[in-house]
């Protein structure tokens, strides 16, 4: 499967709090909250929800296409994500604005609190995805991320005006989007990716119930964190895939991501949805495990075992082509 990912390309900041965010919170104070947190480590790495899922694809040798809008400081970020076999042949170079920044605290017990500058992804909004697959293998499937809200509406509009099968992912952008925008986004996706959050907002949002995004999407994949992942389609009962146990929990950053890179390149390869849903959960727990949200390694051998501990040797087995080519 040729799948082009469209979405932000930025630079992680990623600090650590060694205390809880609860305990800093004065209840009947929150409308008046002033807090600035001592951290104890910054980590600074390749981020972005686009770079960060075409890099888990490219890892597991599906030659992504990577599509959004990045600064004139991207050439290094640039040669990283080819070695790692992602196509960064249509990302726009801005000649005005830097790479997008995403700066995150997370506490000791795995919340975050993140703030985003859009800086160059501003831009994505003036790619056409028209000339992105002109004189290119034509994609299987777009993968619509968390972007420029004009891009996302633009991208989402020329693949149903192209016949382009396309997966939303708006992500940490329902928070600026308003019902009719996420309604847009989400009518005729065949995947539909949000963690339970988001699930709940996007049903806030539109006004809908889970019956009627049912209607309207393939499939929606809901991350539950710790509890695994649920798959749902309309008319088949809620099914639930439990996510890797024991995992060290080093980095929250970029791990729905590793899920839908590893989801997608199961999908791609024609696995059933549950085995699809484990190698994503396989992909989360090497990224949770690890600083930075392109950190971890794709090591066939090892998702493997971690595969047979988690879900049993058969399971193993079935996922076992989808990792064929990789190290």
Not at 186 to 207: D, I, K, M, P, S
Request: glycine share 12%; net charge negative; hydrophobic share 45%.
């Amino acid at each position: 499967m040729r799948i082009a990912v469209t979405g932000s390309i930025a630079t992680d900041h990623l600090m650590v709090f060694p205390g809880r965010f609860g305990d800093q919170l004065i209840p009947d104070q929150l409308a008046h909250v002033s807090l600035s947190f001592l951290v104890d480590a910054l980590e600074v790495r390749r981020g972005g929800v686009a770079a960060n899922i075409a890099f888990g694809l490219g890892s597991l040798g599906l030659g992504p296409l990577l599509v959004g809008a990045v600064g004139s400081d991207f050439a290094e970020y640039e040669v990283w994500l080819k070695e790692h076999g992602v196509d960064t042949g249509a990302v726009r170079v801005s000649a005005e604005r830097g790479t997008a920044r995403f700066m995150g605290i997370t506490d000791q017990d795995a919340n975050q609190i993140a703030s985003f500058y859009a800086g160059a992804m501003q831009e994505a909004r003036d790619i056409d995805l028209r000339q992105v697959v002109a004189g290119r293998d034509r994609p299987d499937l777009v993968l619509v991320g968390p972007n420029d809200p004009a891009a996302m509406l633009r991208h989402t509009r020329e693949c149903r005006e192209l016949g382009l099968p396309f997966a939303a992912d708006p992500s940490q952008q329902l928070a600026r989007l308003d019902g009719a925008e996420v309604r847009d986004l989400v009518q005729g996706a065949r995947w539909l990716f949000t963690n339970e959050y988001e699930a709940a907002l996007l049903l806030e949002r539109t006004g809908w119930e889970r019956e009627d995004v049912l209607a309207v999407v393939g499939t929606w994949i809901t991350t539950l964190g710790g509890a695994g992942v649920r798959i749902d389609r309309r008319g088949v009962p809620s099914r639930t895939v439990p996510a890797v146990p024991d995992v060290q929990v080093t980095d929250p950053t970029g791990v729905g991501d590793a899920f839908r890179a590893g989801f997608l390149a199961a999908v791609g390869r024609e696995l059933p949805l549950p085995d699809a849903a484990r190698l994503g959960c396989l992909l989360a727990s090497a990224a949770l495990s690890t600083v930075g949200s392109q950190s971890y390694v794709v090591d066939r051998e090892r998702l493997l075992s971690t595969a047979a501990h988690a879900y049993g040797t058969d399971a193993a087995g079935e996922l076992a082509p989808a990792l064929e080519g990789t190290p």
